[in-house]
């Protein structure tokens, strides 16, 4: 008999952080939105959710870290956008941010949700975070909430 273990995308009780990035701020209030608008849709009170401003992608995982260790939150939920434009900047910071993001979960042993657009243009970026069609910020609620009941179960 195979045991099959599932996340359900439903929440009761559980605390979120959310770090959302300041820089391109007209896509990442859109994420910040749908991921919000989410979370209450699948359970999470208002006040069960917190979040914090950085200055950029970059500053992302020093801040989720230090919300994941807290003992009040239970998993964190990374937001931000990376615009291609014209500089090599653009590598150095999603790299940092994807990076820094996974390791984050890995040393807390707690969902560590990446939200964070990588996009070539800023017209992709404005896709990617449509009410009404694909919403990147909207995945990730649901992503952290799968992954803080299914972490529950094993
Ligand atoms: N930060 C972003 O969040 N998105 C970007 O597109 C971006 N670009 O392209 O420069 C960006 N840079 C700032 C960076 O995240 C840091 O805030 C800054 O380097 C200070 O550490």
């Known amino acids: 008999m195979i045991k099959i273990i599932e996340g359900q995308v439903k929440s009761k009780g559980k605390r979120y952080g959310i770090v959302v990035s300041r820089f391109n701020d007209f896509i990442t209030k859109r994420l ?7 979370l209450r849709r699948c359970g999470v009170k208002d006040s069960e959710v917190t979040v914090v401003w950085v ?3 970059f500053e992302i995982p020093l801040v989720a870290r230090q919300l994941n260790e807290k003992k009040s939150i239970d998993a964190v939920i990374c937001l931000g ?9 653009f590598d150095l910071v999603a790299r940092a ?3 820094g993001i996974a390791q984050v979960a890995l040393l807390t042993k707690k969902p560590a949700i990446f939200g964070v657009l990588t996009t070539e243009t800023i017209e992709q970026a404005y896709k990617r975070s449509e009410e009404k ?3 990147k910020g909207r995945d990730a609620a649901r992503t952290a909430i799968e992954m803080v009941n299914l972490l529950r179960k094993i």
């Not at 910040?32 to 989410?38: A, I, N, R, V």
């Open 55 to 57: 200055p950029g992608a």
């Open 81 to 89: 956008a990376v615009i291609r434009g014209e500089t090599f900047h």
């Open 133 to 135: 069609g694909d919403h």
């Open 32 to 38: 910040l939105d749908g991921c919000l608008k989410e």
């Open 97 to 99: 941010a994807s990076e």
